[in-house]
């Protein structure tokens, strides 16, 4: 699929409206879990694995569901840490963090139930370490882990955040 389809893709599917997600902080070894995204004109964007939450089932459970799509893995969910707020269009979204731990499974490259076959954009899965993923361009990582200086920043932070978000000023 070309990546002007995949944008369109991800524009139908996603984008125009408003979404809640969660997403999963899994540190071990000094190392994050993060997931690669294919978003359209070969942009590539870093997160931790997360999606959207669906009606009738709570954070929790859909952290858990969205954990076992994307990397083959059980998770528990821990502490709340932060909300983000995600905006640059078409994409609009309120992203709950947790901490979560690891219980079970296989690391496997998971899909999006979402996005049919051939046109997954889940392109990578990797176990980075800080250095690693302060190497990443800007554009390609979500903006929450632009300017960690520690895993252990991830913890600390309480609150709502929109980091450097140019949409929502």
Do not use: C
Request: aromatic content about 12%; proline content about 4%.
């Amino acid at each position: 699929m070309t990546t002007d389809k995949i944008g369109k893709q991800i524009e139908s599917k996603f984008g125009n409206r408003l979404r809640t997600r969660v997403n999963g902080i899994l540190i071990q070894d000094d190392r994050l879990l993060m997931v690669r995204h294919l978003m359209g004109d070969q942009q590539e964007f870093w997160s931790v694995p997360g999606g959207g939450m669906r009606f009738g089932s709570d954070a929790g459970s859909n952290l858990k569901r969205e954990f076992m799509e994307e990397t083959g893995l059980e998770i528990s969910v821990g502490d709340f840490l932060f909300v983000h707020e995600f905006l640059e269009p078409p994409l609009h979204a309120i992203e709950l963090f947790f901490k979560v731990n690891l219980q079970g499974g296989e690391l496997t490259l998971g899909h999006d139930p979402e996005l049919e076959g051939l046109q997954q954009i889940i392109t990578d899965i990797q176990w980075l370490s800080l250095p690693q993923i302060q190497k990443i361009p800007k554009k390609s990582l979500h903006q929450v882990f632009w300017a960690i200086n520690s895993f252990e920043d991830i913890g600390l932070w309480k609150g709502y955040f929109n980091f450097e978000n140019k949409y929502l000023k």
